[in-house]
């Protein structure tokens, strides 16, 4: 959880605030796994801070969310054709997506930063919004585009 903490803050995901009169914080858990190694045995334990998005409000907490979704048999045709024609293929990982409301979360269990009365502001996205997928297509198609452009360019 430590870790976790600490990369969330790394990467400035929240800024902790008083609430503002008339929001409601969502409130956020930690989502716990074991990675394995190849042999069964645990290699570590993992914490990831998950909002808890099922309590949002539409046009209260968020306005939108569709994002667009390829299905598994259009990546798998993509990834064959760049194969047969020796196309160069980059992977890139989102590791936070910016928010465009404004949206307040109960600060995480363990979290003891600034006073009591304080939650935190979310400046990027967490696991677990309803808009998470939409902002992760936001960031993604941007960075594909600016891509794109470049080479062409």
């Known amino acids: 959880m430590d870790t976790e903490l600490a990369a969330l803050e790394a990467n400035q995901t929240w800024q902790l605030t008083d ?5 409601v914080p969502i409130d956020c858990k930690y989502d ?3 990675k394995y190694n190849s042999d069964g045995s645990a290699e ?3 914490a990831r801070l998950v909002a808890r998005g099922f309590t949002q409000l539409v046009g209260v907490d968020y306005q939108e969310t569709f994002s667009p979704v390829a299905k598994l048999v259009t990546v798998r045709c993509l990834l064959a054709t760049a194969s047969v024609k020796g ?3 980059q992977q890139f990982d989102v590791n936070n997506a910016f928010l465009h409301e404004d949206i307040y979360m109960n600060k995480p269990p363990g979290y ?3 006073s009591p009365p304080h939650v935190c502001k ?5 696991y677990g919004l309803k808009q998470a997928s939409r902002q992760w297509y936001s960031k993604f198609s941007n960075f594909f ?9």
Do not use: A, E
């Open 19 to 23: 609430l503002p009169p008339g929001k």
């Open 32 to 34: 716990y796994k074991i």
């Open 44 to 46: 570590r334990l993992k």
């Open 87 to 89: 196309w160069h293929l």
């Open 112 to 114: 003891t930063k600034g």
């Open 122 to 126: 979310l400046l990027n996205s967490l």
């Open 145 to 153: 585009c600016c891509k794109f452009l470049s080479i062409q360019g």
